[in-house]
């Protein structure tokens, strides 16, 4: 089955312990990015990549690491999370990024919780 | 003042009911526009997209853009209990960057 698998899909941490949220996608898609999902504010992009090696930042990247070092997978690195980064993540990818406007495919989501 | 304004709602309609959930925006130079789902505990799924201005239709839904007033609408008819979900707008100028409103709460009440 085509689609993106995100891990863990719920996490509570403490202030300053550091974490990562695992994607991964099967489609062989080039792009793929980081959204938060916060009450009020919908969905904001985190991060991007357009391929392996080249990553970028979207509106809200402050606190967040990338990296990409093979096609499928796009793990979202906290290096020490705060509370104001408690929200619901979602990874997304698609075939590349024109075809981004065609839609993404996103993942369950990640419900963190920084206490 | 925000790239994209949705309704939060919640909507709450019987069964069978046309539903109308819209967006507005402030970006001129949006050109490709998107309604994505999203039940709860799930991620968004895409629904409809559509270029430029004009009507889009796909069995229940359809889905209008009027880029003159900088304003899209999805339409839902007959709608049943399996619609009630969020229903997220989405839009993009060149297609690299994407924004989001903050999605319109359906309830479809059998």
């Known amino acids: 089955e085509a689609q993106v698998t995100q891990n863990p899909r719920y996490l509570i941490t403490v202030t300053g312990k550091k974490l990562t949220v695992t994607c991964s996608q099967n489609m062989n898609h080039e792009y793929m990015s980081w959204y938060r999902q916060d009450p009020g504010l919908g969905l904001r992009q985190i991060y991007y990549?357009?391929?392996?090696?080249?990553?970028d930042k979207g509106d809200v990247p402050e606190g967040y690491k990338v990296s990409r070092k093979e096609k499928r997978n796009f793990p979202l690195i906290l290096e020490s999370p705060s509370p104001n980064q408690t929200s619901l993540y979602f990874c997304a990818s698609s075939l590349s990024i024109m075809s981004s406007i065609y839609g993404y495919t996103f993942g369950s989501g990640t419900r963190l919780t920084v206490v | 003042q925000k790239e994209v304004e949705q309704d939060p709602g919640p909507l709450s309609v019987p069964e069978g009911a046309i539903v109308s959930l819209n967006c507005t925006y402030s970006n001129s130079a949006f050109q490709y526009f998107m309604w994505y789902r999203q039940y709860s505990r799930k991620g968004p799924e895409l629904l409809m997209y559509?270029?430029?201005?004009g009507n889009k239709e796909d069995g229940r839904f359809t889905a209008q853009v009027d880029k003159s007033s900088k304003y899209i609408s999805l339409f839902i008819r007959d709608s049943q209990p399996s619609d009630s979900a969020t229903y997220l707008c989405?839009?993009?100028?060149?297609?690299?960057?994407?924004?989001f409103g903050t999605g319109t709460s359906l309830t479809v009440i059998p």
């Open positions: 559509t270029y430029s201005s």
């Open positions: 989405a839009m993009s100028g060149t297609g690299n960057q994407f924004y």
């Open positions: 990549s357009m391929n392996v090696e080249v990553t």
